[in-house]
Protein backbone atom coordinates (compact mmCIF):
# COMPACT_ATOMS: atom_id res chain seq x y z
CA UNK A 1 0.00 0.00 0.00
CA UNK A 2 1.20 3.46 -1.52
CA UNK A 3 1.43 6.13 1.52
CA UNK A 4 2.12 9.88 1.21
CA UNK A 5 2.87 12.06 3.65
CA UNK A 6 3.18 15.48 2.89
CA UNK A 7 4.62 18.81 4.82
CA UNK A 8 5.18 22.25 4.43
CA UNK A 9 2.51 24.88 4.24
CA UNK A 10 0.69 27.17 6.36
CA UNK A 11 0.31 30.88 6.47
CA UNK A 12 1.97 33.50 4.90
CA UNK A 13 0.81 37.26 3.14
CA UNK A 14 0.10 37.99 -0.22
CA UNK A 15 2.92 37.81 -2.40
CA UNK A 16 4.61 35.43 -0.17
CA UNK A 17 5.92 31.83 -0.74
CA UNK A 18 5.43 28.69 0.29
CA UNK A 19 7.40 25.14 -0.44
CA UNK A 20 4.86 21.89 0.32
CA UNK A 21 6.92 18.20 -0.22
CA UNK A 22 5.14 15.18 -0.46
CA UNK A 23 6.98 11.99 0.02
CA UNK A 24 5.72 8.67 -0.92
CA UNK A 25 6.25 5.06 1.08
CA UNK A 26 5.62 1.66 0.05
CA UNK A 27 5.56 -0.28 -3.49
CA UNK A 28 5.70 2.10 -6.10
CA UNK A 29 7.87 -0.07 -8.16
CA UNK A 30 8.20 1.40 -11.74
CA UNK A 31 7.43 4.75 -13.33
CA UNK A 32 4.35 7.16 -11.81
CA UNK A 33 2.88 10.43 -12.16
CA UNK A 34 2.41 12.97 -9.31
CA UNK A 35 0.88 16.03 -8.59
CA UNK A 36 -0.80 18.39 -6.70
CA UNK A 37 -4.86 19.22 -6.39
CA UNK A 38 -6.37 21.83 -4.25
CA UNK A 39 -9.49 22.11 -2.13
CA UNK A 40 -11.08 25.64 -1.56
CA UNK A 41 -13.80 26.00 1.05
CA UNK A 42 -17.09 25.37 -0.31
CA UNK A 43 -15.35 24.25 -3.66
CA UNK A 44 -14.71 20.85 -5.50
CA UNK A 45 -11.05 19.75 -5.88
CA UNK A 46 -9.29 20.79 -8.13
CA UNK A 47 -5.87 20.04 -10.50
CA UNK A 48 -3.13 22.49 -9.45
CA UNK A 49 -0.08 20.78 -11.40
CA UNK A 50 1.16 17.54 -12.40
CA UNK A 51 4.19 16.11 -13.04
CA UNK A 52 6.17 12.96 -15.59
CA UNK A 53 8.26 10.48 -14.30
CA UNK A 54 11.53 12.15 -15.51
CA UNK A 55 10.41 15.37 -14.18
CA UNK A 56 10.57 17.13 -17.46
CA UNK A 57 7.15 17.07 -18.49
CA UNK A 58 4.95 19.37 -16.43
CA UNK A 59 1.54 20.52 -16.42
CA UNK A 60 -0.14 23.99 -14.32
CA UNK A 61 -3.93 24.90 -13.90
CA UNK A 62 -4.14 28.28 -16.01
CA UNK A 63 -4.81 30.01 -12.35
CA UNK A 64 -1.35 29.20 -11.04
CA UNK A 65 1.04 28.90 -13.96
CA UNK A 66 3.65 31.16 -14.30
CA UNK A 67 4.05 31.64 -10.47
CA UNK A 68 3.97 27.57 -9.21
CA UNK A 69 7.01 25.21 -9.73
CA UNK A 70 6.40 21.34 -9.32
CA UNK A 71 9.56 19.39 -9.62
CA UNK A 72 10.13 16.05 -7.90
CA UNK A 73 13.43 13.61 -6.37
CA UNK A 74 12.96 10.29 -7.55
CA UNK A 75 15.44 8.98 -5.28
CA UNK A 76 14.08 10.52 -2.46
CA UNK A 77 9.99 9.72 -3.94
CA UNK A 78 9.79 12.94 -3.29
CA UNK A 79 7.04 15.59 -5.17
CA UNK A 80 7.54 19.03 -4.16
CA UNK A 81 5.53 22.56 -5.08
CA UNK A 82 7.11 26.13 -5.16
CA UNK A 83 4.74 28.65 -4.74
CA UNK A 84 5.43 32.39 -5.18
CA UNK A 85 3.59 35.44 -5.51
CA UNK A 86 0.79 33.63 -3.74
CA UNK A 87 -2.79 35.23 -3.26
CA UNK A 88 -5.63 35.26 -1.07
CA UNK A 89 -7.66 32.76 -3.84
CA UNK A 90 -5.14 30.47 -3.50
CA UNK A 91 -6.30 29.81 0.31
CA UNK A 92 -7.19 26.00 0.38
CA UNK A 93 -6.08 22.51 1.51
CA UNK A 94 -3.55 20.83 -0.87
CA UNK A 95 -3.29 17.33 -1.72
CA UNK A 96 -0.24 15.36 -3.08
CA UNK A 97 -1.86 12.67 -5.48
CA UNK A 98 0.00 9.43 -7.04
CA UNK A 99 -1.00 6.93 -9.79
CA UNK A 100 1.31 4.11 -10.03
CA UNK A 101 1.12 4.84 -13.78
CA UNK A 102 3.28 6.86 -16.17
CA UNK A 103 0.30 8.82 -18.18
CA UNK A 104 -0.37 12.26 -16.03
CA UNK A 105 -3.13 12.87 -18.39
CA UNK A 106 -4.82 10.78 -15.80
CA UNK A 107 -3.95 11.83 -13.05
CA UNK A 108 -5.19 15.50 -14.11
CA UNK A 109 -8.06 14.10 -14.72
CA UNK A 110 -8.55 13.64 -10.89
CA UNK A 111 -8.88 9.65 -11.35
CA UNK A 112 -6.25 9.51 -8.46
CA UNK A 113 -5.11 6.06 -6.57
CA UNK A 114 -3.35 7.37 -3.69
CA UNK A 115 -3.86 10.84 -2.06
CA UNK A 116 -1.71 12.85 0.34
CA UNK A 117 -3.81 13.50 3.86
CA UNK A 118 -3.62 17.11 2.73
CA UNK A 119 -2.17 20.65 3.88
CA UNK A 120 -3.36 24.11 4.64
CA UNK A 121 -2.54 26.68 2.91
CA UNK A 122 -3.72 30.38 4.10
CA UNK A 123 -2.65 33.50 2.19
CA UNK A 124 -3.85 36.58 4.13
CA UNK A 125 -4.30 39.97 2.31
Known amino acids: QVQLVQSGGGLVQAGGSLRLSCTASGPTYS ?51 QM ?18 RRTEILRSGRVQYWGGGTQVTVSS
Open 84 to 101: NSLKPEDTAIYYCALNLD
Open 31 to 81: YYAMGWFRQAPGKEREFVATINWSGEGTRYSDSVKGRFTISRDNAKKTVYL
